[in-house]
């Protein structure tokens, strides 16, 4: 992969501006074929995953690894990531997380 640099930013120094929830974010949407910005890769170097393999990526790296700390979770309605310590509920009626906005 080659980075476009500018003289005083590195894309990893750009990235740590972003809140962690933004930074898997980032993450997430690469797994599903989105080149971040300022990154360029030969296109059969992109993975093309769906929103649930991506996220069980990252599942992965929570559960199992403990790379990332184990509070984040994907809405079942909308999709849209959040933080499981501070938004969200999880309905053990019908064993979906749900988000903020999303409610029920």
């Known amino acids: 992969m080659k980075l476009r640099k500018r003289p005083s930013e590195t894309p990893f120094i750009a990235l740590s501006r972003y809140r962690q929830k933004d930074r898997l974010q980032i993450f997430l949407d690469f797994l599903g074929g989105k080149v ?4 360029r890769m030969k296109k059969a170097c992109v ?5 649930e393999q991506a996220f069980s990526v990252l599942w992965v790296l929570q559960e ?3 790379v990332i700390e184990d509070k984040w979770e994907c ?3 909308c999709g849209d990531l959040f933080d499981s310590y501070g938004e969200g509920h999880y309905d ?3 064993g979906k997380h749900f988000c ?3 409610g029920n």
């Open 64 to 66: 199992v690894t403990r």
């Open 36 to 39: 971040p910005n300022r990154c």
């Open 100 to 102: 903020d906005d999303c």
């Open 47 to 51: 993975p093309q995953l769906t929103p």
């Open 92 to 94: 053990e009626e019908k």
């Open 75 to 77: 809405c079942d309605e």
